[in-house]
């Protein structure tokens, strides 16, 4: 966890919050599914918090690349991502521009296919409303793969993440809470599903661009 590094009350506030999440170790100790279910592995939780990024990426999980590394989005993934948001790496990197936090903080493991398995459902109860109302600053959230979209969009997204990214303009520029633009995980496994529907490069890529790039002047 980086810790924030402005030094106002938000900053110091937004640091003790990630030292805490830095110390979890619940899916090790009281796994929700019981101790069958216990995280493989010591807890590395990964995300960037931020007192001043207006933009929030929320991804699934840390893959083991990222587990290893400590850096979010340092693989095939992260650079598919940084093509559709136009940006490079260090502007990506920089906690001003882009917050970073995950629906499950630590790399869940494999599932019995050698697939990552999904975020654990013990982190975003624990933890998300807490971090995101420790960042109100944030307006536009790039909610990836279903259960950021989920937990997002919450009632209004329906149960197919294509569906829900078919329906991007729908939750922008709400009444309550940030934009929130539904994409699909930047994975090379899902180069299929980009083939298959390109009015996703057509119609969400070009608006996602332009909302990045006014949130970041
Ligand atoms: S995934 Fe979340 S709840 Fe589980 S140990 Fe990591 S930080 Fe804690």
């Known amino acids: 966890m980086d810790e924030a590094r402005g030094t106002g009350p938000a900053d110091a506030r937004l640091t003790a919050l990630g030292r805490r999440i830095a110390a979890c170790r619940l899916c090790v100790q009281a796994p929700l599914r019981g101790p069958e279910d216990r995280l493989p592995h010591e807890p590395r939780p990964v995300a960037v918090l931020s007192s001043q990024a207006r933009i929030l990426i929320a991804g699934q999980a840390p893959g083991i690349r990222v587990h290893d590394s400590g850096q979010p989005f340092n693989d095939p993934s992260g650079d598919r991502l940084r093509t559709w948001l136009s940006v490079d790496r260090d502007t990506f990197y920089d906690p001003d521009r ?19 398995l999904p975020p654990r459902r013990e982190c975003a109860p624990l933890w998300r409303s807490e971090v995101m109302a420790a960042m109100p600053q944030i307006s536009l959230v790039l909610a990836i793969g279903h259960h950021a979209q989920r937990w997002h969009i919450g009632a209004d997204c329906p149960d197919s993440m294509t569906e829900t990214v078919r329906r991007f303009r729908q939750y922008l520029d709400r009444n309550s809470g940030p934009s929130v633009i539904p994409l699909p995980h930047p994975s090379w496994r899902n180069s299929g599903w980009l083939n298959r529907n390109p009015w996703f490069a057509d119609e969400v890529l070009p608006e996602l661009r332009q909302r990045v790039a006014l949130l970041m002047v």
Request: a negative charge.
């Open 98 to 116: 882009f917050a970073i936090v995950p629906m499950g903080f630590c790399f869940p493991g494999y599932d019995r296919h050698g697939g990552d």
